[in-house]
């Protein structure tokens, strides 16, 4: 690889000319920078960034940490980081909790020895403190939360309006017919998903629907066990409506319904939360609450950014407003 000696050995001109060239500068001429282009273009010159951030003290990287990757909402989240940083001349980082508090708290220690200029996070379902923050204060490496954040004060975030997403999809399914729904909650742990119940919650008592705790309950994963669940709640209390915490846990409801012979949506129907794209893959295709992640992403790296730049106001909390995407698994009921 080619470096500015190499370029000084093709021209003739120094070290000094060729560097004020390289770096904009305006005390050369056009010639002398047509020269120097034209040289660097020839010899495939690649800038070396890490001396160039050791020059100005900025890395121009930006670490974002996700629960997983290859969670469809996470990689929306990430598309949308990484179009609105891409434009502005940053690079990413991705690191991945795996839902462990301790591998998240790895990651911010390696980006931190990566210098590297800010952190995007979603914290993992462990998460329940949150020490680096002091630290990240101390190295003035600005941090925000996005999607699932921490229940403190003094923090930057972009989330989505969770209580109003949900309020949304039970209002829906009631307003389809629905009289006896159950909510297939997330876990607890995560503000995001107490929201969610909280937003099931009051539109049932809205639209004066009887609700009681053993309407909200979380599935273990075990497909034998939630089957018999579900099979159980449907048969004893007549349940004809759904709301599931997120769109891969409705497909999930969606065929062990299916596997007891109820059909949907005309005996039981659901609704979902996060709009993935597989929602439109599976018969029938689900009804959702849009999340908008990749709108999530790009706001969370205009937060990230402005948090650089000391001449810009900062944004503390960035709600998004959620949008209500209806299916065939919650078909709308003519008048």
């Known amino acids: 690889m080619s470096g500015i000696k190499d370029i000084a050995k093709k021209t003739g001109l120094s070290l000094a000319t060729i560097s004020r060239v390289l770096n904009n500068s305006p005390l050369v001429s056009e010639k002398t920078k ?30 974002v940490i996700v629960p997983e990757i290859n969670n469809p909402f996470f990689s929306s989240i990430i598309n949308g980081i990484e179009q609105y940083i891409g434009k502005k001349g940053y690079s990413i980082i991705i690191a991945q909790s795996h839902e462990s508090q301790k591998k998240e708290l790895h990651a911010i220690q390696s980006f931190v020895k990566l210098n590297v200029d800010g952190i995007l996070i979603s914290i993992s379902k462990e998460s329940t403190n949150f020490p680096f923050l002091d630290k990240l204060e101390q190295e003035k490496i600005p941090i925000v939360f996005f999607d699932r954040n921490p229940q403190i004060d003094n923090i930057k975030e972009v989330v989505l309006d969770d209580f109003s997403g949900a309020y949304m999809a039970t209002e829906h399914l009631i307003q389809q017919g629905g009289n006896t729904l159950i909510h297939i909650a997330g876990n607890q742990n995560l503000s995001l998903y107490k929201d969610r119940k909280k937003g099931f919650q009051s539109a ?8 009681t705790e053993n309407q909200v309950l979380e599935l273990r994963k075990n497909i034998t066990q939630d089957t018999q669940v579900l099979q159980e709640l449907i048969k004893k209390n007549n349940v004809d409506s759904i709301f599931v915490n997120g769109d891969e846990d409705c497909i999930y409801v969606l065929n062990i319904i299916k596997s007891l012979g109820y059909k949907i949506p ?25 999340q908008r992640a990749e709108d999530m992403g790009m706001v969370a790296a205009k937060t990230i950014l402005q948090s650089l730049n000391e001449n810009q106001p900062i944004t503390i909390k960035e709600v998004l407003s959620p949008k209500l995407i209806v299916r065939e698994s919650s078909r709308v009921i003519s008048n």
């Open 34 to 63: 047509r020269i120097v282009l034209n040289a660097a273009q020839a010899l495939d010159y690649q800038p070396n960034l890490t001396a160039a951030a050791l020059r100005s003290g900025k890395s121009k990287i930006i670490g």
């Open 204 to 211: 049932m008592e809205h639209y004066q629907r009887n609700f």
């Open 266 to 290: 005309t005996d039981v129907k659901l609704i979902g939360f996060g709009n993935l794209s597989i929602g439109v893959l599976v018969q029938p295709s689900i009804s959702t609450i849009d």
